[in-house]
């Protein structure tokens, strides 16, 4: 059987994680094999990048940020995803090329379709079976950090305004390729949510059975 890649997106704070471990313990129940990915950062040299770009002290230039993220993006399909997949596993990873798009091109203010065929190009043209797009106002995203840390990475950090650019990306990408997108307002409660996305998971499990 084929392999299934599924992806979490969302703003800081939108619960990705959350989502992200509550459905790979519903498959694991249902006895699939799921690699956990993410991004930046699924891979040992994604570690050594993740760090350069989330916690580097100073100015980094918004093409050099977005290379960065390529450059993780690359090595995690080549050695994790893309091998995980033709095993037939399913994969579920938190953040991919849409992250690049909403944060880079449309937070850093870069052309969008340049940052999306730079992360085509690192990714091989590999594309999700599923995008769900956790969707939650920036103000909220930063209460619940707030709440949970005290320390803020690079993007994290960044001003209000920034963050209302993300989501705006995010909405119009949905809005764009709805047959790949789920759509979810992340302020319902987290058990709402797995629900919801179990149900989607479960119809596209069923289509790639017959």
């Not at 100073?58 to 977005?66: F, L, S, T, W």
């Not at 707030?146 to 963050?163: G, I």
């Amino acid at each position: 059987m084929a392999g299934l890649f599924i992806t979490l997106e969302g703003g800081d704070g939108s619960g990705k994680t959350t989502q992200s471990r509550r459905l790979t313990a519903w498959l694991e129940e249902q006895g699939r094999t799921v690699e956990h990915a993410r991004e930046p950062g699924g891979t040992e040299l994604g570690l050594e990048l993740r760090e350069i770009i989330l916690h580097r002290r100073g100015y980094m230039a918004p093409r050099a940020e977005a290379l960065l993220y390529a450059a993780d993006r690359a090595h995690n399909i080549a050695t994790a995803v893309r091998p995980a997949l033709e095993r037939g596993e399913i994969v579920i990873q938190d953040r991919y090329l849409d992250s690049s798009v909403a944060y880079q091109g449309a937070g850093r203010v870069l052309d969008a379709d340049e940052v999306r065929r730079l992360s085509l190009w690192a990714a091989e043209g590999l594309l999700p079976d599923l995008t769900i797009l956790l969707d939650l106002d920036p103000a909220a995203g930063r209460e619940r950090l707030d709440a949970s840390r005290t320390r803020y990475d690079r993007l994290e950090a960044e001003e209000q305004d920034f963050h209302e650019r993300v989501r705006a990306a995010y909405l119009a990408l949905a809005e764009a390729e709805p047959g790949r997108f789920l759509v979810l307002d992340a302020s319902e409660a987290p058990e709402v949510l797995a629900e919801r996305i179990r149900v989607r998971v479960a119809e596209l499990l069923e289509a790639g059975s017959r």
